[in-house]
Nanobody
Framework: QVHVVESGGGLVQAGGSLRLSCAAS????????MGWFRQAPGKEREFVAA????????YYADSVKGRFTISRDNAKNTVYLQMNSLEPEDTAVYYC??????????????????WGQGTQVTVSS
């Protein structure tokens, strides 16, 4: 089992950057694929980015490709989401998720086993 906690959200102007962090508990962090999702007001939660257990494979939603970068540090049990060139449309609550199966994070309608409580990102125009 793994427990994840997000941090790093906040208010930023359009064009700015933020880095989100997701700290995970447990000694088996490196056995879990990790992902970031987001949910804007009135919209369904959507996939943002994923990284495989080792970090060698990553996958992004088209809407963030080239602007966001997911990475992980297995020694620190932490996954990051570097967000650059932020747009007002990126405003949402961002959630970290974990699953032993990479495809539960990347596939449409996947259901990762573990979720954080979310962190708010607000991009002003």
């Amino acid at each position: 089992q793994v427990h994840v906690v997000e941090s790093g959200g906040g208010l930023v102007q359009a064009g700015g950057s933020l880095r989100l962090s997701c700290a995970a508990s447990g000694r088996t962090f490196s056995s879990y694929a990790m992902g970031w999702f987001r949910q804007a007001p009135g919209k369904e939660r959507e996939f943002v980015a994923a990284t495989s257990e080792s970090g060698r494979s990553t996958y992004y939603a088209d809407s963030v490709k080239g602007r966001f970068t997911i990475s992980r540090d297995n020694a620190k049990n932490t996954v990051y989401l570097q967000m650059n060139s932020l747009e007002p449309e990126d405003t949402a609550v961002y959630y970290c998720a974990a699953d032993r199966n990479y495809y539960q994070i990347t596939m449409r309608n996947g259901r990762p086993d573990y979720w954080g409580q979310g962190t708010q990102v607000t991009v002003s125009s």
